[in-house]
């Protein structure tokens, strides 16, 4: 007996190679294994409502079942959990040992953008209109901050081979601060707040031109980690060049910079499970990439070969997580490519 949320299912993907609709399918299991009324790490060990592994896998679950409800009712839980502060937690349902003890932008810019997609999912800009509020306090939360770097206790999570992003942490958590007030500045515009999407805008505006005064090498394009000299890792090109953060004039030489990287890597991925979601972003709309990505163990090595239904641990060997399914759940969406997770 399978038990799972009720989320009605309402895509499927079929094709040619059994390998690629076999991870397809494994990825909806691990998906509906997860789905107890919040999207939970793992069914079988934390069990608890990490906002990053939502997000990041927010589009996959979209396009395989009706979550709209789903999404709609934890981000009740988001908003009960947030500190008057406007602080955001990092779990949700916070559970009192990680929430709000622990800062970490990139988990919390769940309620920021998740909201944002499913309004341009499903259509529905009540999901914007019910949470205004509280995402306006959080970004204030954060405008309220002098320095325009940040930090966070995780960066780019689960980076293959290291127990901790060798990036460091300020890069990605400056990079989702800049997404999430741009993102709530289109909202803001939508709902027909003008004055609070000028400011919103105007906070994204600060923290980008701060974020590449401390992290771009305008000679070559070519961001660095919060050590100067942590240099050609995926993640530092791919945000940047998702998030539109890269001046227009430096685009080419960054796009060459990231081709380079992942080619250097035997074309395996090396980022964690944020810096994957914006390179299946930007790979396929360079025109200099020619071949395709591999993922970092073969198709059926860990799961087809043992029978199972479900996505393994994650490939990281370094003492993080053993049962986290967001990397998994990435890795495989990386096989399947760009244009099945994202349409258009």
């Known amino acids: 007996m399978v038990i799972h949320s009720d989320v009605p299912h309402t895509g499927e993907f079929k094709c040619s190679n059994d390998l690629l609709t076999y991870i397809h399918t494994i990825i909806e299991r691990t998906l509906l294994n997860n789905m107890w009324g919040l999207l939970t790490d793992t069914p079988c060990y934390e069990k608890n409502g990490w906002m990053e592994a939502t997000h990041v896998t927010c589009w996959t679950a979209m396009d395989s079942f009706d979550v709209s409800r789903f999404y709609g009712n934890w981000f009740w839980d988001i908003e009960d959990s947030q500190a008057e502060s406007g602080q955001l937690p990092v779990i949700s349902p916070d559970n009192g040992l990680f929430g709000l003890k622990r800062n970490a932008p990139e988990w919390s810019s769940a309620f920021i953008l998740m909201p944002w997609y499913l309004y341009q999912y499903y259509g529905d800009k009540s999901v914007l209109e019910d949470h205004y509020a509280a995402m306006k306090r959080y970004i204030d939360f954060l405008a309220a901050r002098k320095s325009p770097i940040y930090s966070s206790m995780y960066g780019d999570w689960n980076s293959p081979g290291y127990s901790s992003p060798p990036e460091g942490s300020q890069f990605t958590a400056t990079a989702f601060i800049y997404k999430d007030a741009t993102v709530m500045a289109q909202i803001a515009k939508l709902l027909g707040h003008d004055d609070d999407a000028e400011r919103f805008q ?22 660095h980690g919060d050590k100067v000299n942590v240099k050609g890792r995926q993640t530092l090109d791919a945000i940047p060049l998702g998030f539109s953060i890269v001046p227009v004039q430096l685009r080419p030489k960054t796009v060459a910079s990231l081709v380079a990287n992942v080619h250097g890597a035997d074309d395996h991925l090396n980022t964690g499970e944020l810096g994957l979601e914006q390179l299946l972003r930007c790979l396929p709309k360079t025109a200099t990439w020619t071949s395709p990505t591999k993922s970092p163990r073969s198709g059926r090595s860990r799961a087809g070969a043992t029978g199972s239904r479900t996505a393994p641990p994650p490939f990281t060997p370094a003492g993080n997580s053993a049962a986290d399914p967001a990397t998994t759940l990435c890795t495989a969406r990386s096989a399947i490519g760009f244009m099945v997770i994202w349409p258009g």
């Open 202 to 223: 105007a906070f994204a505006e600060r923290i980008k031109t701060a974020l590449n005064d401390k992290f771009l090498d305008r000679e070559t394009g070519i961001y």
